[in-house]
């Protein structure tokens, strides 16, 4: 079964930092673009930032810009979300994905989603 798990959620701060985690398994990894979205309570799902794995390129939405750092390791079939600088508005669940590669069309679509996982930022 194609699963993503995520992890890395919690509590912190205004300006401290948290570092997510997505470990994929049954499909290979730097086929798909994998991707982070996440969601408020009463908001829009939101995507947030995704890399292609074959080439490393990545994609982010204005509102993390300069603050959220996302990477991966193919070997490893695993992507973090590194974010840093975080805002009580960066509350939310987050979710990992993954989609057929295609620019950054990965921040506004998924096919596969994994679990969220919960931070909470407080002011």
């Known amino acids: 079964e194609v699963q993503l798990q995520a992890s890395g959620g919690g509590l912190v701060q205004a300006g401290g930092s948290l570092r997510l985690s997505c470990v994929a398994s049954?499909?290979?990894?730097?086929?798909?673009?994998i991707g982070w979205f996440r969601q408020a309570p009463g908001k829009e799902r939101e995507g947030v930032a995704c890399i292609t794995s074959s080439d490393g390129i990545t994609y982010y939405a204005d509102s993390v810009k300069g603050r959220f750092t996302i990477s991966s390791d193919n070997a490893k079939n695993t992507a973090w979300l590194q974010m840093n600088s975080l805002r009580p508005e960066d509350t939310a669940v987050y979710y990992c994905?993954?989609?057929?590669?295609?620019?950054?069309?990965?921040?506004?679509?998924?096919?596969?989603w994994g679990q969220g996982t919960q931070v909470t930022v407080s002011s």
């Open positions: 994905t993954a989609d057929v590669p295609y620019g950054s069309a990965c921040l506004t679509k998924a096919w596969i």
């Open positions: 049954e499909f290979t990894f730097d086929d798909y673009a």
